[in-house]
């Protein structure tokens, strides 16, 4: 599997249909499909398989804490000098807000000129969204961000202590001890990430037996317009910024294609981000920048959620035929600028973002998220997949400014074990 160490050039190499075979992509990709067909062919039972997608994605955010927090600790301990730590930091949120307020402005430009909420609203479905539009009157709050968050609780109390353990008389001893803990946790990992077709088969019937492929018709423009956004952002944005450091986007999407495709079936971006930080780890990043961008960027640097806000409220502004200012629609991109950091970490916090921001306007009606419940789902997908490309190009780019950053390494999708 690809977190192992790669194979030593003396090892005789496997055939091309063993190394199939054998690949945890492959079997996830066979696991997608299955649960495609499994929810579009008998629903019912397909929704029984939320259990499964749920469990895989609840084991792996067991991991994400002790993961996060011996990295954190480790890189800032070995890195001998704090004011390093304040200069990723800083480097790293700056980066995350210009990027994120690109994606923002991408969003906003592709509905505007597309139009997807110029359709027929009189055939959609509705569906119940009391109880997002009931939080719409309250206002964004950072102390209720932090402590719903715990990613950023983790990253905190790791930073505190990795500072601290820099004065402690021990440190060797500490450190020693932390890094047999960190192997045993990642050993874990590596066994639990044998379940991820299981979990991606589990999350792909689920979603496709409860909302249906049906589903997707009336919304189709919408659907099409923040699949195409997204695309072009990670190719066009994301891909220009690597490029500057003669590096392929392609080369990246191919390297962690595992996590991809994992994310894809669980619609959830925190499945893959134990196993992003050792792939980042070992394709030449610090361990240092990787422990502080990644959890950081899990928390800040959404790209994918702020295209699609943004495209949302400018889809729903149409669709009630109501007409956005050039100066409201900046307003809609510097409110989302604030309210898009609440988007993570709670589960339908995205939608409670939305009310907010419509709430913010005054101009359109909260009532129209019933519209985009019934097709959300299936843009989490395109949500979480760039969130983890935006996250992943961000840890490089920190490393690579940081000149912190080795020879590029992408050997170990080449090779299974």
């Not at 990613?151 to 500072?163: H, P, R, S």
């Not at 959830?268 to 240092?288: D, F, H, Q, T, W």
């Not at 990644?294 to 949302?312: C, K, Q, V």
């Not at 359109?364 to 760039?386: N, Q, Y």
Request: glycine share 8%; hydrophobic share 50%; net charge positive.
């Amino acid at each position: 599997m690809n977190i192992n160490t790669p194979n030593l050039p003396n090892k005789p190499r496997k055939s091309t249909f063993s190394t199939i075979v054998t690949n945890l992509t492959f079997w996830v990709l066979i696991a997608i499909i299955a649960g495609v067909l499994l929810g579009h062919f008998s629903p019912e039972n397909g929704v029984k398989m939320e259990i499964i997608g749920k469990t895989f994605v609840d084991i792996i955010k067991l991991f994400i804490g002790p993961i996060i927090f011996l990295t954190i600790v480790l890189g800032i301990s070995g890195m001998g000098n704090l004011k390093k730590v304040g200069r990723i930091g800083v480097k790293a949120l700056t980066y995350f807000e210009v990027v994120s307020t690109i994606a923002l402005a991408i969003g906003v430009t592709i509905a505007y000129v597309f139009k997807p909420g110029k359709i027929d609203k009189s055939g959609l479905a509705l569906q119940d969204a009391s109880q997002y539009t009931n939080h719409a009157a309250q206002h964004f709050s950072w102390l209720k961000f932090f402590l719903s968050n715990f990613t950023l609780q983790v990253l905190l109390a790791a930073i505190i202590c990795g500072i601290a353990l820099n004065f402690y008389q021990k440190r060797e001893q500490t450190i020693l001890v932390l890094e047999r803990i960190s192997k045993v946790v990642f050993t874990g990992l590596k066994y639990v990430m044998y379940l991820a077709p299981i979990g991606a088969f589990g999350g792909m019937a689920f979603t496709i037996g409860k909302f249906g492929l049906q589903t997707l018709i009336p919304l189709g423009k919408l659907m099409l317009c923040v699949y195409l956004t997204m695309i072009l952002f990670v190719f066009l944005v994301l891909g220009s910024i690597l490029r500057y450091y003669k590096i392929s986007i392609l080369s990246i999407l191919k390297y962690i294609k595992e996590e991809l495709l994992i994310v894809l079936g669980t619609s959830s971006s925190e499945a893959a981000l134990p196993n992003i930080m050792v792939k980042l780890e070992r394709m030449g990043c610090s361990k240092s920048v990787v422990g502080l961008v990644i959890p950081t960027g899990y928390s800040f640097n959404l790209d994918g959620t702020s295209i699609y806000l943004s495209m949302s409220v400018l889809f729903l502004a149409q669709l009630y035929d109501v007409h956005l200012s050039f100066f409201e629609i900046l307003s809609v991109i510097g409110i989302l600028m604030i309210t898009s950091k609440g988007a993570a970490g709670v589960t339908g916090s995205g939608f409670i973002v939305l009310a907010s921001t419509l709430t913010a306007l005054h101009k359109i009606p909260v009532e129209g998220l019933a519209f985009l419940l019934g097709v959300d789902k299936f843009m989490s997908e395109a949500r979480a997949i760039t969130n983890l490309i935006g996250n992943t190009v961000a840890t490089i780019i920190i490393s690579k400014t940081e000149k912190d950053f080795t020879e590029l390494n992408l050997e170990p999708v080449l090779e299974d074990n």
